[in-house]
């Protein structure tokens, strides 16, 4: 068993929600950074939204902003992103990561060490 497991994806259409669960190890969660990224084939990664799971500090990417949520739940060590209104430009691999903070932030990327297998998301009508 790995030390973040992914699960909740699947086959939507546009419009539609899904729900992503991130469950960490004690050690993981407990770092404080947790984050969703995303690739599609061909395109770079990118950090979809963030969370501080001491601070509760949360910053998303203005592609999802408005659409997505992430949030915590502390007595599971999991971490939960809520999509809504997909789109199929959000058809892509999601990746949960983990990581320490640098200067008590989550933000630089370099920072997430530890990764999920990932869960594919595919938005078509």
């Known amino acids: 068993q790995g030390q973040l497991e992914e699960s909740g994806g699947g086959s939507v259409q546009p419009g539609e929600s899904l729900r992503l669960s991130c469950e960490a190890s004690g050690d993981i969660f407990n770092g404080r950074c947790m984050a969703w990224f995303r690739q599609a084939p061909g395109e770079q990664r990118l950090r979809v939204a963030r969370i501080d799971t001491l601070d509760g500090t949360i910053a998303y990417d203005a592609s999802v902003n408005g659409r997505f949520t992430i949030t915590q739940d502390n007595a599971k060590n999991t971490v939960y992103l809520q999509m809504n209104n997909l789109k199929p430009e959000d058809t892509a691999m999601y990746y949960c990561?983990?990581?320490?903070?640098?200067?008590?932030?989550?933000?630089?990327?370099?920072?997430?060490?530890?990764w999920g297998q990932g869960t594919q998301v595919t938005v078509s009508s």
């Open positions: 990561a983990a990581g320490r903070p640098h200067d008590g932030t989550c933000q630089p990327l370099w920072l997430y060490r530890s």
